[in-house]
């Protein structure tokens, strides 16, 4: 099956920083075949050479790599909008809350969550959250690549109500299950430097290398996880666990936003990658993570839109905005992260943080075809004088068109091709009813 892209400005995110803006792309089954300007298209193929290609005429569009999220909570959007601005809302009121979500209601979370990630451009996903074996299925009839953490935390939780650290009894079947899957990868996901004893983040990390897949956990995002550390230990998170054997190259750490220059040090010297969630961040006032200076040395950051309840739209567009502002601001410096930087962290940096950098994040020959089409005849996608800049500061998840992932055509003109927005919207508010019934009652009382 091949699938033609024509007449559009490819920005191919490649090691040269090549753009074509009048160029194509050729995608044969599952990979980029060709691609590079209209006129070595016309050298190259004959005139019959479009009979039986599905050719979309790309007129005027920018042709991204699909972009990569490091990190989310699929299964939270019955979570999206609740007490958005209350103080400490994590403890007084998500953490709670989440003791009573269902397989059900996490799995239908999960693919609305989906469809509005490949809507947006969204290619690949890191999910951290419950149920993953079965949220697994859903990501295997949606068609985007994911890496899906299974949490484990140290508490007991809405998958089972008696028994702490219960993921980790679900791990050697989903890991057994789904390892050898081309799109859906196993992880592991341990909530956080705080919340998960210490010889089980150990095991984790163990596991993790053992079986080479990824692991992810919430560091040194909050005041009062700072101070724990600093009074239990006279360190920090990232040292601390880093001296007991939890720091290793499968890690992405989400969040770092309390690292010092030691620390970052220390996740360069373990191959620790960072998953850099702004929007979150700054909307719970936590702080602007140092990515200048983690970068300066070596370490690899990507881009993640955190959970529905955290950052409320899962797009990337958002995260690459709020990251260009809060970045000059806290820098002071108009200049710093230009759109082209951080458009490398949303594509890139993503594919190298989750080790998939030889395969996605950037369009080139013999690279799987995660492809992404946003159209420039909207008023805010006008006029287009530096592609980066244009999708960076002007883009939004409307102007996404189509959307490929592994070569298979997921979004056409807008909508999805394998699900009916109105159904997953049905399904989802079937099995939503005792969840908004309790948020409401824990509402009341908060
Ligand atoms: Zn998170």
């Not at 702080?287 to 881009?303: F, S």
């Not at 159209?375 to 999708?391: A, K, L, Q, R």
């Amino acid at each position: 099956m091949k699938t033609l892209i024509k007449n559009a400005w490819i920005v191919t995110m490649d090691d040269d920083w090549n753009d074509y803006p009048e160029g194509f792309l050729l995608i044969e089954d599952t990979v980029i075949q060709d691609l590079g300007t209209m006129a070595k298209y016309d050298d190259t193929y004959p005139d019959a050479f479009e009979e039986g290609i599905k050719v979309v005429d790309a007129a005027g569009g920018l042709l991204i790599p699909g972009m990569i999220n490091t990190h989310c909570h699929m299964g939270m959007i019955p979570f999206r909008g609740l007490g958005d601005d209350m103080k400490d809302r994590l403890f007084r009121l998500l953490l709670p809350l989440e003791r009573s979500l269902t397989k059900e209601l996490c799995c239908a979370s999960s693919k609305m969550a989906i469809a509005e990630m490949l809507q947006s451009g969204i290619t690949t996903v890191f999910d951290m959250y419950f149920y993953e074996n079965d949220v697994a299925e859903v990501a295997d009839e949606m068609g985007i690549r994911a890496f899906l953490g299974q949490t484990v935390q140290s508490s007991t939780s809405c998958e089972n109500l008696d028994e702490i650290n219960y993921g980790m009894k679900l791990l050697p079947e989903f890991i057994e299950k789904w390892r050898n899957h081309e799109l859906v990868k196993p992880a592991i996901g341990p909530h956080a430097t705080y919340s998960v004893d210490l010889p089980v983040l150990q095991e984790i990390a163990q596991i993790a290398k053992d079986n080479d897949i990824l692991y992810g956990i919430h560091m040194s995002e909050m005041d009062q996880e700072m101070a724990e550390f600093k009074e239990k230990y006279q360190s920090t998170p990232v040292q601390y666990l880093a001296d007991q054997g939890v720091l290793n190259d499968h890690m992405v750490a989400v969040h770092c936003i309390h690292t010092n220059e030691k620390d970052i040090k220390v996740l360069d010297q373990y191959g620790v990658s960072v998953a850099h969630c702004v929007v979150a961040n700054t909307k719970s006032a936590k702080g602007v993570a140092p990515i200048q200076k983690m970068l300066d040395v070596g370490v690899t950051v990507g881009l993640g839109t955190d959970g529905p309840s955290s950052g409320n739209v899962l797009d990337m567009f958002n995260q690459m905005r709020t990251m260009a502002y809060a970045q000059k601001t806290a820098n002071k410096n108009r200049s710093a992260f230009p759109a082209k930087d951080i458009f490398y962290l949303a594509t890139r940096g993503g594919a190298k943080a989750l080790h998939i950098e030889n395969k996605v994040g950037q369009l080139s020959v013999g690279y799987q075809a995660d492809v992404t089409l946003l159209e420039t005849n909207s008023f805010n996608m006008f006029p287009v004088y530096d592609p980066y800049s244009t999708i960076v500061y002007q883009g939004k998840s409307e102007n996404v068109q189509d959307v490929w992932v592994n070569g298979a055509h997921l979004v056409d003109n807008g909508q999805l091709t394998r699900v009916h927005q109105e159904e997953m919207k049905r399904e989802i508010s079937a099995v939503m009813d005792e969840f908004v019934a309790t948020a409401k009652e824990m509402l009341e009382e908060v």
